[in-house]
């Protein structure tokens, strides 16, 4: 399974999308992780933190950010000649959460985005996946100089379920995060087909 350009040639040529939710706290990266792979311009929603954030974002991890998603990202990528995939990245505020409902409507999968220094920043992410019950991978954003934890610690930390991968990326670095949605997307077909033994969807 690999990205690869989009060829509409074919005359019977059937193209099959599938929408990714990228979600996770504040600063995490997924405006980052959005722009890194998306193979056109992504549409941002970023506005410039102001005073009325102060108290409210915590900003003192993520230093140097000025701004911040108040709505969504969005981008795409062909993951096949007959398989797109379209991203759409939350904001990470709490008090925009109220939007989550609405963009995970129609998804596949989501990625769970992690920054392994704001650990707590993660639970009600997860948490909120786990109540819908929709399918969702861990992926641990590694900063810069920050420390390296095992997997397993990881799981313990969050108190994720057995069935959740969780494996570490870079949302800067475009081969990095294409592993994470390959990952996504073969995870939500596994889930599929546990749930469905009668379906048959090869992973590509």
């Not at 911040?68 to 062909?78: L, N, P, Y």
Request: contains cysteine; charged residues 20%.
């Amino acid at each position: 399974m690999d990205f690869a350009g989009f060829d509409t040639t074919g005359p019977s040529q059937q193209i099959t999308s599938a929408k990714i939710v990228i979600a996770g706290g504040f600063g995490v990266g997924k405006t980052t992780l959005v722009g890194t792979v998306s193979e056109i311009t992504p549409l941002t929603t970023e506005a410039i933190m102001t005073s009325a954030g102060v108290g409210i974002d915590d900003a003192s991890k993520v230093p140097g950010k000025e701004s911040t998603t108040v709505a969504m990202d969005f981008g795409r990528i062909t993951i096949a000649s007959d398989l797109i995939l379209y991203l759409f990245g939350t904001p990470g505020q709490t008090r925009f959460w109220f939007m989550w409902d609405e963009l995970m409507r129609g998804a596949l999968v989501a990625v769970v985005l992690v920054d392994t220094r704001r650990l707590a920043d993660s639970f009600a992410p997860i948490d909120f996946f786990e109540s819908r019950g929709l399918p969702y991978i861990v992926a641990l954003n590694i900063f810069d100089g920050t420390r390296r934890y095992a997997v397993d610690e990881i799981a313990e930390a969050l108190a994720v379920p057995a069935r959740v991968p969780i494996l570490e990326c870079d949302a800067r670095h475009r081969e990095s995060t294409k592993q994470v949605l390959i990952k996504s997307v073969e995870h939500a077909i596994q889930m599929l087909q546990d749930e469905n033994p009668q379906l048959s969807m090869p992973v590509r």
